[in-house]
């Protein structure tokens, strides 16, 4: 039997080389308290930090996306690492963690400059040699000796072989700047992962809408059919002297009715507005923000029959 001779037609996978794009996983550990949260924050750019909204791949969740250039940094939770408690730590301390950061295309091991303790060494220890990891030593601003840090890297350059050394402050926008390109040249030539303003994006507008919903339906009971939807019209974040971040959303309650409309609006607007009061308070929890939350009804007689429109509600 000879070998099919079209087979030259068939379409190629893509060769990873030809695209400019680099797309990788970067993990952020290192012991309670050295400023992960901080560093992820600053570098995803504060836009992503509703937790229940993390996608996934098939091994990590994703907890931010900044894309820069033809560069897209993907950060990966490692479960465990990221809190406060010492007995969460001896926790991490097991092969699950192991696994999560055993397939990143680059590590930043992230200690407080100056300050390298047996907590620190634990966790270096489930480094693994073949995937490059940056030391990140934050906190510098705090660090009065510098002189006395050579040491302290050097002993940290025996236990592990770090591909480079950073020192920096997470709080120094110029520093987490130099930081990304650091990176940059660490993550693998491949097309993107996500879309350029895919997670920053979705990740607060669903549970927003979600929490306009949760009222809804918590302060209308069982009256009200479940085919109402809330749409996030508008979502501006507006520099503020007074609040570290702030938001303006306006939202849109879809229902078939003028009846359900009436339902939702209550006597003298009653209802609408504690709807209205209670999602705004749980969202600037949750956000960490001012927000400004505007809350409209509409009528749309059979939109749930319409396909494009529930998808466009964001139930696909
Ligand atoms: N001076 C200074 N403080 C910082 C810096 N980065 C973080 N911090 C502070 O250090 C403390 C801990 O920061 P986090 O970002 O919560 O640390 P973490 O490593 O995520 O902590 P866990 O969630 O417990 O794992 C906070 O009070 C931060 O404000 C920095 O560069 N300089």
């Not at 607007?269 to 923000?289: C, F, P, S």
Request: with cysteine; charged share 30%; net charge neutral.
């Amino acid at each position: 039997m000879t070998e099919p001779e079209e087979s030259a037609a068939e379409p190629q996978p893509p060769v990873a080389e030809a695209t400019t794009q680099r797309c990788g996983l970067v993990a952020i550990v290192g012991k309670p308290n050295v400023g992960k949260s901080t560093l992820l924050n600053a570098l995803v750019g504060q836009k992503i930090s509703i937790t229940s909204a993390k996608a996934q791949t098939t091994r990590h969740r994703i907890t931010g996306v900044r894309t820069i250039g033809e560069t897209q940094y993907v950060f990966a939770d490692t479960p465990g690492f990221q809190t406060r408690h010492s007995t969460a730590l001896n926790r991490s301390l097991n092969k699950a963690v192991t696994g999560a950061i055993a397939d990143v295309d680059l590590v930043l091991f992230v200690v407080e400059a100056g300050n390298f303790t047996l907590g620190d060494a634990k966790v270096l220890a489930l480094l693994k040699p073949d995937i490059p990891a940056i030391l990140v030593a934050n906190k510098l601003d705090v660090v009065h000796r510098r002189a006395e840090l050579a040491p302290r890297l050097r002993d940290m350059q025996q236990r592990h072989p770090f591909a480079e050394f950073v020192p920096m402050s997470a709080r120094n926008a110029k520093d987490v700047d130099r930081l990304f390109g650091v990176c940059e040249k660490y993550l693998p030539h491949q097309p993107w992962m996500y879309g350029e303003d895919e997670l920053t994006d979705r990740s607060e507008k669903f549970p927003a809408s979600e929490m306009v919903r949760e009222k809804l339906f918590r302060l209308t009971g069982d009256e009200l059919p479940y085919t109402s939807a809330v749409a996030i019209e508008k979502w501006e974040e507006e520099p503020s002297p007074k609040f570290k971040r702030m938001v303006r959303i306006a939202a849109t309650i879809v229902v078939e009715r003028e009846s359900h409309k009436a339902m939702i609006i209550g006597e003298g607007g009653e209802k609408l507005k504690r709807i209205g009061t209670e999602a705004r308070t749980e969202l600037e929890r949750l956000m960490d923000a001012k927000v400004f939350l505007q809350i409209f009804v509409k009528v749309r007689s059979g939109w749930a029959d319409d396909e494009a429109r529930v998808r466009s509600f964001g139930y696909e």
